[in-house]
């Protein structure tokens, strides 16, 4: 199982935590620290569209505006903060965020 989010992402922490007491084996990637491939910001796109993109975030409101009207591939590859957190890529396919439904889906 993967979990792909920030360091300092409470969220991301918390799943990271509840995954690893649920008995699963974790990896955690840093976006910021090991940026998503080309063919890994695709797949992200392809699967959750644009709401891979987090518009409530300070990084999403100190962008230019011609990177704001930029397609999220290349939202992505400029600022991977902006990722919407965590995915994570488990037995239950890909998931996007932490809920209660999401938590369960990974067996939490």
Not at 84 to 105: N, S, Y
Request: proline share 6%; aromatic share 6%; glycine share 8%.
């Amino acid at each position: 199982m993967i979990l792909y989010g920030i360091s300092t992402c409470d969220t991301c922490k918390k799943a990271l935590k509840a995954l690893t007491a649920a008995g699963h084996e974790v990896t955690f990637r840093d976006v910021r620290a090991s940026p998503l491939s080309e063919a890994e910001i695709a797949e992200l796109v392809t699967e959750f569209g644009p709401a891979i993109i987090n518009r409530q975030s300070t990084t999403w409101r100190g962008l230019s505006d011609f990177l704001r009207e930029n397609e999220p591939e290349a939202q992505l590859a400029a600022q991977p903060t902006l990722m919407k957190r965590p995915v994570i890529r488990g037995p239950a396919g890909l998931t996007l965020g932490w809920t209660d439904e999401i938590a369960a889906r990974h067996g939490v």
